[in-house]
C-alpha cells in the first residue's frame, strides 16, 4: 500500500502561484509514475499533469500547459505541482495520485489516491 498525503491548497487571487505537495509513505518503490488531477465543482476529476519514477518525462492537460509544472523528490518521497499565472477556472479540488505502471492520463491508471487539497482562486 501507498499513502499519499497532499498539502499547500488555499486562497489566491488570479495571477497567483501556488505550490502543491504530496507526501508518499508506504511502499513508495512500487510506484511508477505519479499526477495530479482536479474536481471543479460539479465535474468529474480531470487530469493536470503526470511524471514518471525517474522524472525524466512529464506530461500536462493542455489547460495548464506554460503554467503548471510537475515535479518529484524520490529522496523526499514527495510530489510537486508548481502552479503560477493561476485562473478561476483552476478552482478545484487537487488530488494526488501514484501508479504503479507508467505514465497515465486516466484515473483507472492509478492506484493510489490521496484525499485531496482545495485551491480556491479569486479576483
Known amino acids: 500500500q501507498v499513502q499519499l498525503v497532499e498539502s499547500g491548497g488555499g486562497l489566491v487571487q488570479t495571477g497567483g502561484s501556488l505550490r502543491l505537495s504530496c507526501a508518499a509513505s508506504?511502499?513508495?518503490?512500487?510506484?511508477?509514475?505519479m499526477g495530479w488531477f482536479r474536481q471543479a465543482p460539479g465535474e468529474e476529476r480531470t487530469f493536470v499533469a503526470a511524471i514518471t519514477w525517474i522524472g525524466d518525462r512529464a506530461d500536462y492537460a493542455d489547460s495548464v500547459k506554460g503554467r503548471f509544472t510537475i515535479s518529484r523528490d524520490n529522496a523526499k518521497n514527495t510530489l510537486y505541482l508548481q502552479m503560477n499565472s493561476l485562473k478561476l477556472d483552476d478552482t478545484a479540488v487537487y488530488y494526488c495520485?501514484?501508479?504503479?505502471?507508467?505514465?497515465?492520463?486516466?484515473?483507472?491508471?492509478?492506484?493510489?489516491w490521496g484525499q485531496g487539497t482545495r485551491v480556491t482562486v479569486s479576483t
Open positions: 508506504g511502499r513508495t518503490f512500487s510506484t511508477g509514475a
Open positions: 495520485a501514484a501508479s504503479r505502471a507508467g505514465l497515465g492520463v486516466w484515473e483507472r491508471e492509478y492506484d493510489y
